[in-house]
């Protein structure tokens, strides 16, 4: 389901957050691949190279230009560039240029802008600031599955038209649960925050072949990209969420879903169910979210839930201050 609506929606005059994003699965990109990747409202190109590490740098070439996700190839870790073979390593370097040997220590140390890349559990991260500042948290891991190893049971993804913010938004939008996803009553939450990581405890009415179940959902949201969202009645699902910015108005959802190893074949039931669930809340919430608008002053009403408390909390997403300037380059 695409945009119906052809008034405009002002999301593209929102900004766009900084953080550790999503931008692939890391089975996505195998060794010697290259990728042009679009997010954050421009592109960067993407490497692995042959020891299975990623690299990421800034799409034209130094040199003279050249698109450097354009008809390139990896030479060992390094990446080289189709117009005249100079080669790059992960920081930005050059570590080879054929025709000749005189390459300035700058140009060897670095003179291409490079993006944090890390990989946590089969998603492949980038960090994203407009002004370059250095990350500012880690990326989270899954949490441990107190009955051994997690089970992958799918992963799935939406491009979704609206900024990324109102994706987790909507877990803090009570009232909608009942009217867009038939639970019944709205569902009594608490938000903290800590650090750059939020917290949400809901208690909620739940859908299970046996009928409506009180459980509870707790999410855990570290920067603006990455939630875990655990639910925990008959079942015990983990739901690994990220949304990632292609441009102010558009963003790339991903779930990885998980469960604990050992269930039932009634369990299992349960399980698929659920899953089954939770991604027809996200198709049912899509059309709305392709066709509304920004509202920067929503007209809220008691029961509508801690929306604002999220906006605020998510302003600092938006304060793009640089990092200072060290004193010795700065005295230079
Ligand atoms: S433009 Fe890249 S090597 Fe010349
Ligand atoms: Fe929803």
Same mark, same amino acid.
């Given at each position: 389901m695409t945009t119906?609506?052809? @008034? *405009?929606?002002g999301?593209?005059? @929102?900004p766009i957050p900084f953080g550790w994003f999503a931008v692939a699965l890391s089975n996505e990109i195998q060794n010697g691949d290259i990728r042009t990747m679009r997010y954050f409202g421009t592109e960067f190109v993407l490497w692995r190279g042959g020891d299975g590490g990623l690299r990421a740098v800034d799409p034209f070439c130094p040199h003279l230009g050249a698109h450097l996700g354009v008809n390139s190839n990896v030479v060992g870790n390094d990446l080289r560039c189709p117009y005249h073979h100079w080669q790059f390593n992960g920081d930005g370097g050059v570590t080879k240029i054929p025709y000749t040997d005189v390459i300035a220590p700058s140009m060897k140390r670095s003179c291409l802008p490079t993006w944090p890349v890390e990989e946590v559990d089969g998603v492949v991260y980038v960090w994203y600031h407009p002004a370059k500042a250095a990350p500012k948290w880690e990326v989270a891991s899954i949490p441990d599955c107190p009955e051994g190893e997690w089970v992958l049971a799918m992963t799935r993804e939406w491009i979704v038209n609206i900024h990324c913010r109102e994706i987790p938004e909507n877990g803090q939008d009570h009232a909608h649960f009942g009217a867009v996803h038939g639970v019944p009553f709205a569902p009594k939450g608490e938000m903290k925050v800590d650090g750059w990581i939020r917290h949400n405890k809901v208690e909620a009415e739940m859908k299970t072949p046996r009928g409506l179940m009180v459980g509870r959902i707790e999410t855990t949201a570290t920067g603006p990209c990455q939630s875990v969202?655990?639910?925990k009645d008959v079942t015990h699902v983990v739901q690994c969420q990220q949304v990632s910015p292609i441009d102010a108005s558009t963003t790339h959802v991903r779930w990885q879903m998980y469960y604990a190893p050992g269930l039932s074949d009634g369990q299992l039931r349960v399980t698929q169910a659920r899953i089954r669930d939770l991604l027809s809340q996200v198709d049912q919430d899509i059309p709305i979210w392709n066709n509304k608008q920004s509202m920067?002053? *929503?007209m809220l009403v008691q029961g509508d839930? *801690?929306? @604002?408390a999220y906006r605020r909390n998510y302003d600092r997403y938006f304060d793009f201050v640089p990092d200072p300037v060290p004193e010795a380059v700065a005295a230079e």
């Open positions: 119906m609506t052809t @008034l *405009p929606r999301y593209d005059q @929102l969202v655990e639910y920067e002053k *929503p839930g *801690p929306i @604002l």
